[in-house]
């Protein structure tokens, strides 16, 4: 069975930093894409930034490149994302998202992925 459990989150003020954890159970880690994915309330559930060895790397959304970092820790089975300098616009609900065989084209996409975390809250004030 496949679970990926979430922590990390929280409320912080504009230009702080959080880090989100993910770590999964029942999946071949190293050999699944891993994503995050975020929803602002009454807003579709939108790309982050994602990890596949697969299809070359790493990959973000342009909002938030230079000021996210998605990493892996195979040992342990569990993704990062770092966020430095977060905004207001940064407030969501972040998921994480893993998939065993995603093709280029869906990465970005949550139709791509089989299995989430179950979110966690992220508030920036300003």
């Known amino acids: 069975q496949v679970q990926l459990v979430q922590s990390g989150g929280g409320l912080v003020q504009a230009g702080e930093s959080l880090t989100l954890s993910c770590a999964a159970s029942?999946?071949?880690?190293?050999?699944?894409?891993l994503a995050w994915f975020r929803q602002a309330p009454g807003k579709e559930r939108k790309f982050v930034a994602a990890?596949?060895?697969?299809?070359?790397?790493?990959f973000y959304t342009d909002s938030v490149k230079g000021r996210f970092t998605i990493s892996r820790d195979n040992a342990k089975s569990t993704v990062f994302l770092q966020m430095n300098n977060l905004q207001p616009e940064d407030t969501a609900v972040y998921f994480c998202?893993?998939?065993?065989?995603?093709?280029?084209?869906?990465?970005?996409?949550?139709?791509?992925?089989?299995?989430w975390g179950q979110g966690t809250q992220v508030t920036v004030s300003s």
């Open positions: 029942g999946v071949t880690f190293t050999r699944y894409a």
């Open positions: 990890f596949s060895q697969r299809h070359g790397g790493t």
């Open positions: 998202a893993a998939a065993g065989g995603v093709i280029l084209s869906q990465l970005r996409t949550p139709s791509g992925y089989n299995y």
